[in-house]
């Protein structure tokens, strides 16, 4: 499974996007992208994922680079309720996610 | 539809004695994977089943632990012997194949 980099922290003002950035330089051909959040001390939360074309869905958006070593997430328009740490992973089986230590994302009022 | 069920929320064991964590996934779910949860860290992968099939226990600690899904009810993830060092929450989540994972809300052992 693909080594993903996230940068620990990240500060966004509410209403406006939030951008989260992933590297995932080692990602072969065959590997998905996932990002995944935990609110608190909660289970993981689905957010979204992609294999090489962006996406979107009700939640966020996923822009992944032409040569698929990185990506960003973007929640289009944040909220307090978007606080949390977020995770990227890449995985090509879908079976055994490797979490890391993901970004922790905080709104400000 | 109810998501994938976890119980108890909270169990607090006394070291040497057992812990016994059920799961219940998403109707419709074969898949059943769980996870460990130190404090202040990521999520980490212990083992992945299928009704009456262990799939991948790569992450699981050799001795003291185990996990099974029967054929009826729920995935049992089995602590023996209990130490302090197995305080932490676990986390199980269910697909209905090889892809996206539904996370339950966990269990948060803790050993005294």
């Known amino acids: 499974d693909a080594k993903t980099t996230q940068p620990p922290s990240m500060d966004c003002a509410e209403g406006r996007a939030a951008n989260l950035p992933c590297n995932h330089s080692?990602?072969?051909?065959?590997?998905?992208v996932y990002w995944y959040r935990q609110i608190h001390s909660q289970g993981p939360q689905y957010i979204i994922h992609?294999?090489?074309n962006n996406e979107t869905n009700e939640m966020a958006s996923l822009i992944i680079t032409e040569d698929r070593k990185s990506s960003t997430l973007i929640l289009p328009h944040a909220t307090l309720r978007d606080t949390a740490v977020y995770y990227c992973?890449?995985?090509?089986?879908?079976?055994?996610?490797?979490f890391g230590t993901g970004t922790s994302l905080t709104v400000i009022p | 539809n109810a998501g994938v069920m976890q119980n108890p929320r909270h169990l607090v064991r006394r070291r040497g004695q057992e812990a016994r964590l059920r799961c219940s996934p998403m109707?419709?779910?074969?898949?059943v994977y769980w996870y460990r949860q130190l404090p202040e860290e990521g999520l980490k992968f212990m083992v992945y089943?299928?009704?009456?099939?262990?799939?991948?226990e790569s992450g699981m600690p050799k001795e003291r632990f185990s996990a099974e899904f029967p054929k009826e009810g729920p995935s049992i993830l089995r602590i023996q012997q209990v130490v302090r060092g197995d305080s932490a929450a676990y986390f199980c989540a269910s697909s209905p194949q090889e892809n996206i994972q539904y996370f339950g809300a966990g269990t948060r052992l803790s050993v005294l």
């Open positions: 080692t990602i072969s051909g065959n590997e998905y």
């Open positions: 089943l299928q009704k009456e099939n262990i799939i991948d």
């Open positions: 992609g294999l090489k």
């Open positions: 109707k419709g779910h074969s898949h």
């Open positions: 992973i890449g995985t090509n089986t879908g079976n055994q996610f490797y």
